[in-house]
């Protein structure tokens, strides 16, 4: 089972939403795959907070990806839905040991290759350790101070 989960810059009233292979998209069951409900709703509030605080659309991704996991990755981007040169996806294939980061064009603006870069850094160290959510919300922080508020980026 892949999850993957979505968060737009507005709340919603749905809670993140599952995508599986095909591309059809329902309310993830917590407990579904490999989080936990403690899990999820910490996942949740990290994508929250991203979005909020930087006006961007993050989605998440854990699962297989092909051998070619970039395209995969990018394809995934494509197919995520909304505006997405405001999306960052972050697709982590634990059994493949790959981590991908992939943003639309407006986001790479505000997340240059360099802060993406020391997002996966960080986050492989604690992929290592074996702590999958830790590691996901201690990339989406890093990603979001990186990218930063659009109203405090603007005023400079």
Do not use: K, W
Request: hydrophobic share 35%; aromatic share 4%.
């Amino acid at each position: 089972m892949t999850q993957q989960l979505n968060r737009q810059p507005a709340a919603d009233q749905y809670g993140p939403s599952a995508t599986d292979e095909t591309g059809n998209s329902s309310v993830m069951e917590p407990g579904s795959g490999p989080f936990s409900y403690r899990d999820l709703a910490r996942l949740d509030e990290a994508l929250t907070m991203s979005a909020r605080e930087t006006g961007l659309r993050f989605t998440l991704y854990v699962g297989e990806l092909s051998s070619d996991t970039r395209a995969t990755a990018e394809d995934l981007h494509s197919r995520s839905g909304g505006d997405t040169t405001n999306s960052v996806l972050v697709a982590i294939s634990p059994g493949q040991r790959v981590l991908e980061i992939v943003t639309g064009t407006a986001a790479a603006r505000r997340l240059p290759d360099r802060a993406c870069a020391l997002a996966v850094l960080s986050m492989t160290s604690r992929l290592g350790a074996g702590d999958l959510v830790g590691a996901i919300i201690n990339g989406l922080r890093q990603l979001s101070d990186a990218a930063g508020h659009p109203a405090r980026r603007n005023a400079h």
